[in-house]
């Protein structure tokens, strides 16, 4: 995102009227401050339009190399009923960045769009934004009743599809399923139901790696090199440790993108990836700032494959998956037990139901939120790691736009009251776990994000504090 330039759009509401193309042949070239903000008001306004058509039109005329995303942003538009405009600013020579606000939920975020001109939408990007104020907290029962009828409501606005579970340390007070895990065999969604959980397997690929420092087995000050000595870029190998990786600073950089498109069929195995992206420069040198890595992780898991001299994938069940009683997790699709099927979409202009996602060491494999609950209560037993570990791992060490990391878990706040965790999302794919002092909330949805995450900020801001 480009330096800011200090223009502001304050309130609610109509940006107002704004120079369009088309004007009469001599009249003044349009201000670009002004373009960007024709272009907010006319995006916003397609977005928020009851007829979801309205935006897939707009989509498709306007902003044509945003077309792959169409159906993702119609998700966004259902689960969030919308946005109210909080704020804008142009921060960038042809971007402007909008605040908004959830009109069904709590969440706050911002809205960046990219335009060259008058004509021509280039880019449509969503991110996270920090709350602001706090909202007042309720006791356990009031709470957990409030979760219940708003999720009641969200699933049948069509806003919300997942399961749910709230337990205060190890009881479980709330659990349920809302909505259709496989629409073409009329499975509904339970508490029991198998979901993709995107990166949030990436803190089983972190506390197993946390198992081998404990054994002394490697250290967090290693470099790659020192576990994969035929790496290709040997530079790089030398330079970025366990630790870059755990905390995203390595500069490692993505999986998902053009290349990977075109060569998915080849990439299956943290060993297939790693030979693919081995001999590229990293995004930034190594420790030098953050920098969300999926590759990264797959690192770690072909770290995790040499050290132990097995399968990641068997790695997790021996070290993790079987110690806290996971019974219906694992890396693969297939399973005899009931698993959602991922969504793009919207209903009103029809959902598109995706092929199964795989599991790598950076995400993507299948559990439940009861399942995911076990492994917090193992986590925090000490049956996985010891607790001089688990207060590393979870220590805020590098900051991260609206939260920390610390090796391998997410640390934020919300309403006032931090917790550690991690999430997940992917086209169809949806799952935050928040780990409280008191508290620990699942949401795993078959839907893109932000499904989980609004479901679990609403329900983790009106939970008792301490």
């Not at 369009?20 to 042949?25: H, L």
């Not at 921060?91 to 001109?117: C, F, H, M, N, Y």
């Not at 979760?147 to 007070?173: M, Y």
């Not at 009329?186 to 803190?203: D, E, H, I, N, Q």
Request: with cysteine.
């Amino acid at each position: 995102m480009g330096a800011g330039a200090g223009w502001l759009v304050a309130g609610v509401g109509s940006i107002g009227c704004r120079p369009r193309a088309g004007e009469p042949a001599g009249a003044a070239a349009p201000d670009p401050p002004r373009v960007l903000e024709s272009w907010l008001e006319r995006w916003l306004a397609a977005f928020n339009d009851p007829d979801l058509g309205v935006y897939a039109r707009f989509v498709e005329t306007l902003a044509p190399t945003v077309r792959p995303y169409v159906d993702d942003d119609l998700a966004v538009r259902e689960v969030t009923g919308g946005f109210e405009l909080l704020s804008a600013q142009v921060t960038g020579p042809q971007e402007i960045t909008a605040w908004v606000k959830d009109r069904a939920w709590d969440r706050r975020s911002k809205v960046v769009l990219t335009a060259s001109g008058p004509d021509r939408l280039d880019d449509i990007a969503f991110a996270g934004a920090p709350a602001e104020g706090t909202l007042p907290r309720l006791d356990q029962d009031a709470a957990i009743a409030a979760a219940k009828a708003k999720l009641d409501e969200a699933a049948r606005a069509g806003r919300f599809n997942g399961a749910v579970l709230i337990a205060r340390g190890e009881q479980v007070l709330f659990s349920a399923g809302h909505g259709s895990a496989d629409d073409a065999r009329a499975l509904p969604v339970t508490p029991s139901t198998r979901f993709c959980v995107g990166s949030m397997g990436k803190a089983f690929t972190a506390v197993a790696i946390m198992q081998l420092v404990e054994q002394g087995r490697l250290g967090l000050a290693d470099p790659l090199a020192r576990h994969l000595p035929d790496y290709a870029n040997r530079s790089l190998a030398e330079r970025v440790t366990v630790e870059h990786l755990l905390t995203h600073t390595g500069g490692t950089g993505d999986i998902f993108g053009p290349q990977y498109d075109a060569n998915a069929e080849a990439l299956k195995t943290t060993a297939d990836l790693v030979r693919f992206y081995g001999a590229r420069e990293p995004a930034f040198a190594p420790g030098s700032r953050w920098g969300y890595s999926n590759y990264g992780f797959v690192l770690l898991g072909a770290i995790l494959e040499r050290v132990t001299g097995k399968p990641y994938e068997a790695v997790f069940q021996e070290r993790i998956f079987g110690p806290a009683g996971m019974s219906s997790t694992s890396q693969a699709s297939a399973s005899a037990r009931a698993t959602a099927i991922p969504y793009t979409g919207a209903g009103a202009t029809g959902r598109k139901a995706l092929k199964p996602y795989e599991g790598l060491p950076a995400g993507g494999g299948y559990s439940t939120v009861e399942d995911l609950h076990a492994f917090v209560v193992a986590l925090r037993r000490g049956a996985l790691v010891g607790a001089a570990t688990l207060a590393a791992m979870t220590a805020p060490k590098v900051a991260a736009g609206t939260s920390h990391w610390g090796l391998g878990l997410a640390v934020r706040t919300c309403n006032g009251e931090s917790f550690y965790g991690h999430g997940g999302s992917a086209p169809g794919v949806s799952g935050d776990l928040a780990i409280y002092d008191d508290w620990v909330t699942v949401v795993l949805c078959n839907r893109g994000h932000p499904a989980a995450v609004v479901a679990a900020d609403f329900i983790g801001a009106r939970l008792p504090a301490g």
